[in-house]
Each structure stands twice: as C-alpha cells, then as structure tokens.
C-alpha cells in the first residue's frame, strides 16, 4: 500500500512537500508518479521518477516549481512544491508502476495508488 501525506492549505506562493511512502513495496523496482485531480476533471499526471532506469517525467503546468525526488533508505519519494499557484489546488495521488515512466503517465497505467492528499492554494 501507498502513504501519501503533506498536503495542506497555503497562499499563493508557498511551498509544501508531498510524501509517497510505500510499505509492501519496493521503489527501486518502479516507476511512481504524482497524479492529480480537481472534481469534473480527469486525473493528470504531474511528475513521474523512475529508480528502475533513472526516467523521469514533469508536467509543463508544473515545470520549474516542482521537483520530484525519492529516498531508496526510506522507500519513500517526494514531490517538492514551491510558487504554489491557486489552479494547484487538487486532490494529489501518488501511484506505482512495475516499470519505467512514461513519455506521458496515463492513470490508467498505474494499478498501486495511495489515498490522496487535498492541496489547497489561496490567491
């Protein structure tokens, strides 16, 4: 199962740190990606990292002010956000993939996901 936590509600401009933690898993062997998903919209991928052969994927919406990372000693992969902007606002979802990232994360790929975390940004 996956752990997502972090997020939270901040103004426009602030920073926060999503956690992915795994516990029946191990993530050098995915691909795990941060989804997420606003009501009526369909889940978008935002940023993918790939211990398995070091690919990666981020969002042009979100290029530039997050950054995706993962710690193998704790099995755990974080998405770093900074210049949070209101249209941020979503439920955030990490998920995990036996396989590499692909040139565009489709959530229909994904068959491991957390639980969500909401983000809110205020203007």
């Known amino acids: 199962q996956l752990q997502a936590s972090g997020g939270g509600s901040v103004q426009a401009g602030g920073s926060l740190r999503l956690s992915c933690a795994a516990s029946?898993?191990?993530?050098?062997?995915?691909?795990v990606a941060w989804f997420r998903q606003v009501p009526g919209k369909e889940r978008e991928a935002v940023s993918c990292?790939?211990?398995?052969?070091?690919?990666?994927y981020t969002s042009d919406s979100v290029k530039g002010r997050f950054t995706i990372s993962s710690d193998s000693a704790k099995n755990t992969v974080y998405l770093q956000m900074n210049l949070l902007k209101p249209e941020d606002t979503a439920v955030y979802y990490c998920a995990a993939l036996l396989s590499y990232c692909s040139p565009y994360p489709l959530a229909y790929e994904y068959d491991n996901w957390g639980q969500g975390t909401q983000v809110t940004v205020s203007s």
């Open positions: 029946d898993l191990t993530f050098s062997d995915y691909a």
């Open positions: 990292i790939s211990a398995y052969d070091g690919s990666t």
